[in-house]
Antibody, heavy 121, light 107 residues
């Protein structure tokens, strides 16, 4: 069965960087687009970023554009999110989610359990 | 960006009730609308894609429909395990956007 396991969350001061990872198993990782979606404490869901199956296309939410970078290593079945210039408002649970297709379906058919990022001084 | 307006933000209902949640898109998104269920401290789960396509394993009491830019999630007979927060999401264009959520609580 599809399994997505995030890691790399923690507490970080504003302005610093953090890299999240998402290890995938149970499906052909290199055939699917992958997303990051976040949820601030007690709030709703916010889409963060998408990479197509082959990294040929990448898209970002307005609030993270220019600060966050999504990437993947298909040989390691792993998705990444490099987060730079972190702000207090980036505090959230970060979920990795599988796209229903190669990247153009734009909906999320499997989700990881999430990793918490807290930006605080 | 496409705005998704979901209503109500919360509702109280009893087991066996018929529940309807609405999501309105700020522009035409065809049928590129998906519904998710999220229980406390858990990741969201996909219920319905493309406005009305029920995902495998999702009970048939859940259904989705569309009328122009208005979309509806209906639970025909609410069960105890259905108490959760529900989100709509448009997949028509990036940036992908969600509705604000509807929390379904026990009356």
């Amino acid at each position: 069965q599809v399994q997505l396991v995030e890691s790399g969350g923690g507490v970080v001061p504003p302005g610093r960087s953090l890299r999240l990872s998402c290890e995938a198993s149970g499906f052909t990782f290199s055939s699917y687009g992958m997303h990051w979606v976040r949820q601030a404490p007690g709030k709703g869901l916010e889409w963060v970023a998408l990479t197509w199956y082959d990294e040929s296309n990448k898209y970002y939410g307005d609030s993270v554009k220019g600060r966050f970078t999504i990437s993947r290593d298909n040989s390691k079945h792993t998705l990444y999110l490099q987060m730079n210039s972190l702000r207090v408002e980036d505090t959230a649970i970060y979920y990795c989610a599988r796209d229903a297709g190669y990247g153009g379906s734009n909906w999320f058919d499997s989700w990881g359990q999430g990793t918490l990022v807290t930006v605080s001084s | 960006d496409i705005q998704m307006t979901q209503s109500p933000s919360s509702l109280s209902a009893s087991v066996g009730d018929r529940v309807t949640i609405t999501c309105r898109a700020s522009q035409n998104i065809n049928n590129y609308l998906n519904w998710y269920q999220q229980k406390p401290e858990k990741a969201p789960k996909l219920l319905i894609s493309a406005a009305s396509s029920l995902q495998s394993g999702v009970p048939s009491r859940f259904s989705g429909s569309e009328s122009g830019t208005d979309f509806t999630l209906t639970i025909s007979s609410l069960q105890p395990e259905d108490f959760a927060t529900y989100y709509c999401q448009q997949s028509f264009a990036t940036p992908l956007t969600f509705g604000g959520g509807t929390k379904v609580e026990i009356k």
